[in-house]
């Protein structure tokens, strides 16, 4: 079945650095990707769902990038500021069959410093 | 905005006993998920289901089983509560496949 592997597992950026978080999975049948941010103690929050359709997408202060052909997902926090602190996870969408389950990747803690 | 309620928030049990942790959600959402999470390991899938009065076992289920009475309402039962269960654990739901999973805020489980 899919599998993701998720890295780094931890990463430390200082404020207004840019931090990259890369996913690679190996279902080439997986359709469907998010990202989820984890602050402490809280629950999982979609940052941004991307569909095979899509290359780039863009949020608030962060760039998704899909590779299909390498089967890489990443995030890129342009510009990082001490509330991006959090462990952030991706997670792939088998396209049907497989329950329709949604398989994480292990997460990344990451830590901006003032 | 959508809603998943997990009940209890947390909870103590004793090795060997019985834990059932409770989720209701109020999206009319077809399918519903019990994750687990543990430092390293990201979330893993013990069991969904995607209609009510049936079940399907994750990658993960030894050890636990789970049930779907209604639409609404989705159980996960430990039997014989072991030391390894310690863990905190999510419940989700979703529309359909193609749609985002929503959370809910999580259960943390202390196996004593």
């Known amino acids: 079945g899919e599998q993701v592997e998720q890295r780094p597992p931890h990463l430390s950026v200082r404020e207004g650095d840019s931090a990259v978080i890369t996913c690679t999975y190996t279902?080439?049948?997986?359709?469907?990707f998010f990202w989820y941010k984890q602050e402490p103690g809280a629950s999982l929050q979609l940052l941004m769902k991307?569909?095979?359709?899509?290359e780039i997408n863009e949020g608030q202060g962060f760039t998704v990038l899909l590779n299909k052909k390498d089967k890489r997902l990443s995030l890129n926090l342009t510009a990082a500021h001490p509330g991006d602190s959090a462990a952030y996870f991706c997670a792939v969408s088998p396209y049907g069959g497989s329950g329709n389950k949604l398989i994480f990747g292990t997460g990344t803690l990451l830590s901006v410093k003032p | 905005e959508a809603a998943v309620t997990q009940s209890p928030r947390s909870k103590v049990a004793v090795t060997g006993g019985k834990v059932t942790l409770s989720c209701h959600q109020t999206n009319n959402h077809d399918y519903m998920y019990w994750y687990r999470q543990d430092t390293g390991h990201g979330l893993r899938l013990i069991h969904y289901?995607?209609?009510?009065?049936?079940?399907e076992k994750g990658d993960i289920p030894d050890g636990y089983k789970a049930s779907r009475p209604s639409q609404e309402n989705f159980s996960l039962i430990l039997e014989l509560a072991s030391l390894s269960q310690t863990a905190v654990y999510f419940c989700?739901?979703?529309?359909?496949?193609?749609?985002?999973?929503?959370f809910g805020k999580g259960t943390r489980l202390t196996v004593v």
């Open positions: 279902d080439p049948n997986s359709y469907y």
């Open positions: 989700a739901s979703r529309d359909n496949p193609n749609t985002e999973v929503f």
């Open positions: 991307v569909f095979s359709s899509t």
């Open positions: 289901s995607y209609v009510a009065d049936s079940t």
